[in-house]
Structures are given as structure tokens and as C-alpha cells.
């Protein structure tokens, strides 16, 4: 597999991948000012077709993201969702494929105010993105001593570059000490929050429990996704609520 796309969608044009480059001095590089979205699109090898999942949802987050973050958004939901399918197209890729569509802050790094000045551009980066086998096989994960990011400080409902420096630390915690999964995040109160790049779930007296929103989690699609189908498909009891960390131990069963 080759390690990177022949074609990114960078600031509204297809363009070669190396052509796709940002500035030492603009804000996303300095502060990691950006805000993204990770989105699936799911090859059908019967159709030869790719089909991006949950579109409108993640055009939403986005939007919210951006919103909070004070980032003006350049392009309409429809002109990023043909731009998603332009430099998919471009890149001919046949499997699935995982890729970031990211609004960044540009040049200027006093220049943060009035947010309508505040340059924003914009990439698609895909990458194919096969399943994992430890998607069935499971992993062992641990407890961080990192805690989650809060609302308060660096919000984990904007899904911002800069969060991610949370969930390294975590990870690198993770692999010292020898675990070669996620591991699970507690928040600022001590309750389970999610991984370091998905949300958490347990089973647990044959109900499916997990966080809420509120507890410094992404407000992730997939989440929405697992409970929609546990509820309507699978008749299971669904619980969204805190989750104490001893309740992990005598779980029947953790996915993220
Ligand atoms: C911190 C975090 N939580 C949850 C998720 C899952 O979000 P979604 O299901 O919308 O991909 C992600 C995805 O990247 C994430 O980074």
C-alpha cells in the first residue's frame, strides 16, 4: 500500500500530493488551529462503487466544530461533498478508504480577531483503510493516568487537531507499558470517558451501557450508529449513562 494518496483536495482544487502544503507560520502549524472530520467510505466491491457513510452527520460536526472554534467555513456543505468525491474519483482507489477533511487556520498568528478576517482553508488527505483484524480478534487495553481533555479548557466535542495531543499521550503510556490496544480514558470527575480515537461501550447485565455526551466525549457517529441498531435492530436495553471505572472490571464485555 502506498504510504500516501496520489491527490489531495487542498484549499478547492485536486492537486498532486506534493503540492498539498501548508506554511511554517500559519496558525494550524503554530497552534494547531484546524478543525476535521474522519469519515469512512465503505468500497462495495459488487457496485465498484465507494459510499461515503453518514455524510450529512459529519458535514453537521463540522459545522459545529468550526462554529465554536469562531472558524468562518469558506465552502457549502455541497461544494465539500463534491469535493469528498472529486479526489476520491481522483485517486481511483478500490477498497475502503479513511480520510480527513480539515478547515485550518491560515497566515497570521496575532491574527485571530475578527473571526471573519481569520483565513480558513481547507484539505481532504484519504488513505485506503482496510479492516483490522483486531476488529474481531479484540485487544487488551488498560486504565490511562492521563486524563481526558474537558469542556472547560480544550473541548472534546470540537474535533480539533490539537486534541489529539491528549490521546498520544495516552497511547504512548499504552504501548510502554506493553498494552497493544486503546486505552480507556477517565474524565475530570473520575468517570469513564472514551478512547484515545473512539468512543467506549460495555455490556453489562445484557444491557449496552455508555457515556453520555457530556462526559468529555466525542459526540461520534458511530456511537449514534451502535445505538440505534442495539435499540431498533437488536432489541437490546440501551443505557447512556456514567460509567464508574470498578463497573469496567465486572463488565461482560468492552468494544470502542
Ligand atoms: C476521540 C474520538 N472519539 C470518538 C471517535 C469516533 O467518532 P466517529 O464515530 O464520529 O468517527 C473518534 C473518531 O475519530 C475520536 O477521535
Not at 487542498?10 to 502544503?21: H, L, M, T, Y
Not at 485550518?104 to 498568528?109: A, I, L, P, S
Not at 473541548?155 to 498494552?179: D, I, Q, W
Request: aromatic share 8%.
Amino acid at each position: 500500500m502506498e504510504a500516501h494518496p496520489k491527490f489531495v483536495w487542498f484549499d478547492g482544487a485536486v492537486v498532486p500530493w506534493e503540492q498539498a502544503n501548508v506554511h511554517v507560520s500559519t496558525a494550524t502549524v503554530l497552534r494547531g488551529a484546524n478543525v476535521f472530520e474522519g469519515v469512512r467510505a465503505y468500497w462495495n466491491a459488487d457496485e465498484r462503487e465507494l459510499f461515503i457513510f453518514r455524510n450529512d452527520e459529519h458535514m453537521a460536526r463540522l459545522r459545529n466544530s468550526a462554529k465554536i472554534m469562531r472558524m468562518a467555513v469558506p465552502w457549502t456543505k455541497d461544494e465539500l461533498t463534491r469535493a469528498q468525491v472529486e479526489v476520491l474519483r481522483a485517486n481511483a482507489f478500490e477498497g475502503t478508504v479513511w480520510f480527513r477533511l480539515s478547515l485550518y487556520v491560515g497566515e497570521g498568528e496575532d491574527h485571530i480577531w475578527p473571526p471573519e478576517q481569520v483565513p480558513v482553508g481547507g484539505f481532504i488527505l484519504p488513505r485506503l483503510a482496510p479492516h483490522l483484524p483486531r476488529i474481531t480478534e479484540g485487544v487488551d487495553t488498560c486504565i490511562s493516568t492521563w486524563t481526558r481533555i474537558a469542556d472547560t479548557s480544550v473541548p472534546p466535542r470540537v474535533k480539533a487537531g490539537a486534541n489529539y495531543h491528549n490521546s498520544r499521550l495516552a497511547v504512548m503510556e499504552a504501548r510502554t507499558n506493553g498494552f497493544a490496544g486503546q486505552p480507556i480514558l477517565l474524565n475530570e470527575r473520575g468517570k469513564v470517558s472514551e478512547g484515545p480515537g473512539a468512543c467506549f461501550c460495555m455490556i453489562r447485565d445484557g444491557a449496552l451501557i455508555t457515556p453520555p455526551v457530556t462526559a468529555n466525549i466525542l459526540e461520534s457517529i458511530t456511537r449514534a450508529t451502535v445505538l440505534e441498531l442495539a435499540r431498533d435492530a437488536l432489541k437490546l436495553k440501551v443505557e447512556e449513562r456514567e460509567i464508574d471505572r470498578t463497573e469496567l472490571y465486572v463488565a461482560d464485555e468492552g468494544f470502542f
